[in-house]
């Protein structure tokens, strides 16, 4: 077993030592306050719901304005589809057949451009509102 000097023992257990003893300790606050920071994100989030609810509002008024869009395309199409079977009923030459066909085709492409329009006139879809982060807490326990 070795032996080894105290002095140098000594000065080294001084040295670990003294960084802890000149730190001084974290006392926590035992009264917790409201800090300005939760009351801005309260008001934000205030904001936040309001803008939400106009959100989905507008959403819904789209959704609805759509349905009516694609009701009348749905329309066009069965008229076109039902005008297309009478055409072949009667017709009995080949002429006559591939004029009801492209009449078909004309009647959906032009329902297509009429319903794409409609959309189009509507604009861009209504952005969602960005909801507020909350405030980060204050640690507990030793800080590092």
């Known amino acids: 077993m070795r032996k080894g000097n105290p002095a140098k023992a000594l000065l080294l257990l001084s040295l670990l030592i ?47 304005q759509i349905r009516v869009i694609n009701i009348a395309f749905k329309n066009a199409c069965d008229t076109a589809a039902i005008n ?7 017709a009995k030459t080949p002429d006559a057949k591939n004029a009801a066909i492209a009449a078909r085709k004309s009647a959906i492409s032009a329902a297509i451009a009429v319903r794409d329009a409609a959309i189009a006139a509507l604009g861009a879809e ?12 204050a640690p507990k326990g030793k800080s590092r």
């Open 18 to 64: 003294s960084p802890v003893a000149a730190t001084p300790a974290a006392i926590a606050d035992s009264t917790p306050q409201a800090t300005p920071t939760a009351d801005a994100y309260r008001a934000l989030m205030d904001q936040y719901r309001v803008e939400r609810d106009a959100f989905v509002r507008q959403m819904k008024e789209r959704s609805a």
């Open 126 to 137: 209504p952005v969602p509102p960005i909801e507020p982060m909350k405030p980060m807490k």
């Open 84 to 90: 297309f079977k009478s055409a072949m009923t009667t």
